[in-house]
């Protein structure tokens, strides 16, 4: 099927969105919906795939198409992204059994990660599927269903992540692109990037996605798809992958030493080389392109956590904003401008659904530390701010010791729109940030993943030339010295109650 148009969509924590851009990445339609984030016990968090993803997908491809004006039958080749892991239990209909199990934030199969550890030998682990088991991986998400939900389990033809989940409704087929299956612990073997010989340990193989690259064409729109979304039987479906490396690439992330901060509902970096590192505490396997090697890192509670401190310190600002007042979040940052560095000593650990990196713990706890009754909510919201990026420097450590040190990242996702953030970010970690004049974000990345994927754009160099720079942020060394302090404080302050944080 030939088009001039490229359609991607991207699936997040709390929002689908989808972008329609000519084939020289020039925006034609774009479209976005709310979703729930389901958390029926403290640890879950879930998705509805059909009543979240695949109805956002369907309500905004037939809007982008009704809006735009655009043929069906001039989409060239549809990408997807979503949010990291989602494991889906489906049956041959792609129906699926129960809600998806989220990434790291749900922290359910803390005990099967530690099972499989031990059980397999957590160096065995690490040598064949290049981490350790933690509740962020494939595997353990797996083990939990089969050991507490056995009845699913048995009724399971197929294991699907998010982006799989979506690509399978679209045209029959499941697959799963390397560089989502790098969180795979311990199914995937790390060397041949293949399902490996510790699937034994978890399920079958036949149960698992057939692995492939990112921009492979894995089928085309079925009729049945095509009947419930509005697009065009036939239309190429690309393999997809996870919303962090389809952000990356729609900025222009695509060389060694490249380098992402998306500020989300999570944090996540992505540092690109040409060669995995030696002895890395960073993720680091295939990218979205090939010949190029991902080096990622994320925290688990980011934007989520400013979004809790708007909904439980600032109802007033909701309600004003509710009668035509200013957006309660733009109200309550400016509540935190005037905060000085070290927000007049109040520091915020952001563990509020356990931590990613750099500590790796899922039973760590969230922490407002040092109020007086002279702090305020803007001391509480600037603290936080600070918190998200002690965290980032933490991490940004790692990538040193790595040797990848990374001076100059691309800042993008809903949490770059806010200068004092950003400012605060590159002040406590000592890098440089370019905001793009275009942050649409992955779904734009998926479009253009479409592009190289049937070959109407050339090579990836082509999208670094689509998106210039809008402003720059340099760090503040005087603000740097300030923080360095409280940088140490914030590491001490988790050393000092993880014992306290574990027993709760």
């Not at 949010?83 to 699926?96: F, K, L, N, W, Y």
């Not at 095509?226 to 690309?238: C, D, F, Q, S, W």
């Not at 962090?244 to 970096?269: H, L, Q, R, W």
């Not at 080389?273 to 090697?293: D, F, H, M, Q």
Request: hydrophobic fraction near 40%; glycine fraction near 10%; charge should be negative.
């Amino acid at each position: 099927m030939s088009g001039d148009y490229l359609l991607g969509f991207d699936c997040g924590t709390y929002e689908s969105k989808g972008v329609i851009c000519d084939l020289r990445g020039r925006i034609k339609a774009t479209a976005s919906e709310k979703h729930l984030l389901l958390m029926p016990r403290p640890g879950w968090a879930e998705h509805d795939p059909l009543g979240e993803w695949w109805c956002d997908f369907v309500l905004i491809t037939r809007r982008m198409l009704a809006e735009s004006g655009i043929n069906a039958s001039e989409i060239a080749a549809i990408g997807i992204s979503t949010i990291m892991a989602g494991i889906v239990p489906v049956d041959d209909e792609v129906q699926p059994l129960r809600n998806a199990i989220l990434y790291g934030i749900d922290t359910r199969s803390v005990g099967q990660a530690e099972k499989l550890n031990a059980l397999i030998g957590e160096e065995k682990v690490r040598s064949v599927s290049g981490a350790a088991c933690t509740a962020e991986s494939f595997g353990p998400k797996i083990l939990w269903i089969k050991e507490n939900e056995p009845e699913i389990f048995a009724k399971t033809k197929h294991f699907t992540i998010a982006s799989g989940f979506l690509t399978a409704r679209l045209t029959g087929q499941f697959a799963v692109d390397k560089y989502s299956v790098t969180g795979a612990q311990p199914l995937i073997d790390a060397k041949t990037m293949e399902w490996g010989e510790l699937c034994e340990y978890v399920c079958p193989v036949s149960m698992l996605p057939e692995i492939r690259r990112t921009t492979d064409i894995v089928g085309t729109v079925t009729r049945a798809a095509a009947g419930e979304t509005g697009l065009a039987e036939g239309t190429p479906v690309m393999c997809g992958t996870t919303d962090g490396g389809s952000e990356a690439v729609s900025i222009g992330v695509v060389e060694p030493c490249d380098a992402m901060i998306m500020y989300g509902s999570t944090a996540f970096i992505n540092r690109l080389s040409s060669e995995p590192p030696r002895n890395s505490a960073v993720w680091s396997g295939p990218y979205v392109l090939e010949g190029l090697c991902a080096n990622a890192a994320g925290m688990a509670t980011t934007g989520s956590l400013t979004r809790w401190i708007r909904d439980s310190f600032a109802k007033d600002l909701l309600e004003k904003e509710k009668s035509g007042g200013p957006n309660a979040y733009d109200a309550l940052f400016k509540e935190a401008a005037d905060v000085p560095p070290g927000s007049d000593g109040l520091l915020v650990l952001p563990y509020f659904q356990g931590e990613r990196m750099p500590v790796q713990d899922p039973k760590a706890k969230g922490v407002i530390f040092g109020l007086n009754l002279r702090h305020s909510r803007g001391h509480i919201m600037h603290a936080a701010l600070e918190g998200v990026g002690y965290g980032l420097s933490q991490i940004f450590d790692l990538y040193r010791e790595a040797g990848l040190p990374v001076e100059k990242a691309i800042a993008v996702g809903g949490g770059a729109r806010n200068p004092q953030w950003v400012q605060i970010v590159s002040d406590i970690c000592g890098i440089t940030q370019i905001i793009p004049q275009t942050t649409i974000g992955a779904a734009y990345g998926d479009a253009l993943l479409a592009g190289l994927g049937i070959g109407a754009l050339a090579s990836p160099s082509e999208i670094k030339k689509m998106n210039r720079p809008q402003a720059v942020f340099e760090p503040n060394r005087d603000n740097g010295h300030i923080y360095a302090k409280y940088k140490a404080f914030y590491g001490e302050l988790y050393k000092n109650n993880k014992t306290i944080m574990h027993q709760l």
